[in-house]
């Protein structure tokens, strides 16, 4: 089964569209005209006791009609090493962002979006295998690293997803001086960070592991209350000593352009600048937004 990414729709044999936003629900509807589409209808709150079951069936029912799609049955031990590989995964992510907490002038966040992006389409095992050799590689380095420089211009990033090639607000940060040493991206940290922990290695509960970390574990804006959202960005500022947050609200995605003006009255209330950029994946604007960037970096500064 070919995954749909960045790869024609030729490629693949299925899509899987999870339910998190008006524009996801036509999406499925779009494709379904052109190859089996499947939708996740993704809880839109974290009640532990009704919603967590309901999420549970769903992913069940994916597993059920991937394994019938393929031809390979999802089975206790193959669920199994792949949450051994995927947790192997997180562990070499976590040692690298640990690193990164340590040394944020160590890395850009480009190159640090570079290493998280290409776990979309690498292998697991290769990648895994990648990022340890990355981390031997720039240990030396940091040891030996000087302090930042006085105009050093740490920022977190936040908000709708950047992914490549469409790196426009990225670029625009990092060619202007700063550095992007943290995010709370869907594409981005979030998405390794935290791994499957599994109490029962059981069929049903490995699933029950695996339904529970994309339960708890997530801060998307789709759920009706984002507060877990909003802490982790206040810690990400804290842990990496961010001078100020830039949020990239991706024009047409509701769910982060509503949720800016919440996160601005907290991040005003802890004394954080803020910098929220409407945009989209086109270069149209990129001038308008170079403006933008450079004036609150300065002001940073």
Known sequence: ??????????????????????????????????????????????????????????VSELADRLGRHTGHPITRQSLRQSVELYHARAEAFRALYNLRKAYPHLLTGRDAFLVTEASFSDDPARWTDHVWKLIRELEPRAKDRPAPPQDFVPVVLTGAPILWPS???????????????????CSGTQRLFDPVQVD???????FRALALRYFSASICPSFADS???????LELCADFKARGVISHNLRLCMLFDMESARVRQVLRRKEIPLLAVQTDYGQEDVEQVKTRVEAFLEMLR
């Open 227 to 233: 507060s877990d959202r909003i802490d982790r960005l």
């Open 167 to 185: 790196w426009k607000l990225a670029n625009v940060i990092e060619d202007h001086g700063a550095t992007i040493v943290a995010d709370t991206l």
């Open 200 to 206: 029962e290695p059981t069929l049903d509960g490995m």
């Open 1 to 58: 089964m070919a995954v749909c990414g960045l790869e024609p729709l030729s490629l693949c044999s299925a899509a899987v569209v999870p339910l998190c936003c008006d524009a996801k629900t036509k999406l499925a509807q779009t494709l379904n005209d052109y190859l089996p589409t499947w939708v996740v209808d993704l809880p839109g709150r974290r009640d532990y006791d009704r919603d967590l079951a309901d999420w549970r069936r769903e």
